[in-house]
């Protein structure tokens, strides 16, 4: 049971090229997020999803995009990188059901942007 | 403003030495709680949450947290801590209503022998 998956593990880009971080669950979990880690200021939501399909914005949303297409995939996307998205990206996924069901996280992705 | 504090960045403990990490939070109804350890180049993984009932509650790895309304606090404490205990530990709240976290900004802990 591999639980949450994110690829790649590492990136370097540069300023203005576009990419896009998968991340899989193989635990049937409706909801999924995206958080970035950045020294000091802890975990901050880029964007989730409750379901197939469906997508919302988090705290921090700006110069992302996602997409859920199937229920076990959560893509985040940059379109044009900048510098300041330098960062660690974590996937999480939870059951639905009850509020404050805990998260499963992937071991994250390390981005560089030059 | 909802919010939850972690205001220890760094602390460090000998080996054997008792810990307690704070966290506090802001919000109008008891909340979903937890704690996360990271350790480098790793995810998040969860050491122990509160829902209801009893406000002392048993983690993994020794650890446990005790929930105290009046102070609007969620502290993490072992009594004994081992070398491998040295992480980044972070507070997580979860509002009544609803599945978004909200992540404190993280303790690290260094353990010297």
């Known amino acids: 049971n591999a639980g949450v998956t994110q690829t790649p593990k590492f990136r370097v880009l540069k300023t203005g090229q576009s990419m896009t971080l998968l991340c899989a669950q193989d635990?049937?979990?409706?909801?999924m997020y995206w958080y970035r880690q950045d020294p000091g200021m802890g975990l901050r939501l880029i964007h989730y999803s409750v379901g197939e399909g469906t997508t919302a914005k988090g705290e921090v949303p700006d110069g992302y995009n996602v997409s859920r297409l199937k229920k076990q995939n959560f893509l985040l996307g940059l379109e044009s990188a900048a510098p300041s998205q330098t960062s660690v990206y974590f996937c999480?996924?939870?059951?639905?059901?009850?509020?404050?069901?805990?998260?499963?996280f992937g071991d994250g992705t390390r981005l560089s942007i030059l | 403003a909802q919010s939850v504090t972690q205001p220890d960045i760094h602390i460090t403990v000998s080996e054997g030495a008792s810990l307690e990490l704070r966290c506090n939070y802001s919000?109008?109804?008891?909340?979903?709680l937890f704690w996360y350890v990271q350790s480098p180049g790793q995810g998040l993984q969860l050491l122990l949450k509160?829902?209801?009932?009893?406000?002392l509650v048993q983690g993994i790895k020794g650890f446990e947290a005790e929930f105290k309304r009046s102070q609007s606090s969620f502290n993490l404490r072992k009594p004994s801590v081992h070398w491998s205990d040295a992480a980044e530990y972070f507070c997580a709240v979860v509002p009544g209503t609803g599945n978004q976290f909200y992540f404190g900004t993280g303790t690290s802990l260094t353990v010297i022998p």
């Open positions: 635990m049937n979990h409706e909801y």
């Open positions: 919000y109008g109804a008891t909340p979903y």
């Open positions: 509160y829902f209801s009932g009893d406000t």
């Open positions: 999480a996924s939870t059951q639905q059901g009850a509020p404050g069901q805990p998260q499963h």
